[in-house]
């Protein structure tokens, strides 16, 4: 019964582990795109100065909260990969002294 518990769970945080990939995807594209509007910004006309400033500004802050995000996403990235590892590995222990056990009891039975 344990053995299944600790499967499913493994199997659970692995599930998961594409979801958070495909947010980061969106997050990297997000961030592309925004470089790219900055890049255009630098090159709007000067007549529009203060409305241009204002919009780097916005493009510049947003690009540094997608950093943060990025950051966040990445250490949560590895944290549950450091679960299912130890969640893994303390699946494979249950399943050997299964084994074992199962074998003990064969050995009597005979």
């Known amino acids: 019964m344990m053995r299944i518990a600790l499967t499913l769970a493994t199997g659970m945080l692995l599930a998961a582990t ?3 990939a495909d947010a980061l995807d969106e997050l990297r594209a997000a961030k592309d795109a925004l470089q790219t509007a900055r890049e255009h910004l630098k090159e709007a006309p000067k007549e529009l100065e203060g409305h241009r400033k204002r919009a780097l500004g916005s493009v510049n802050q947003a690009l540094e909260e997608l950093n943060q995000a ?3 996403a990445r250490q949560n990235e590895r944290q549950d990969e450091k679960k299912a590892n130890q969640l893994d590995n303390k699946a494979n222990k249950l399943e050997n002294r299964a ?3 199962e074998h003990k009891a064969d050995e009597m039975r005979k």
């Open 18 to 20: 594409p979801v958070f």
């Open 99 to 101: 084994n074992k056990l």
């Open 70 to 72: 990025l950051a966040s």
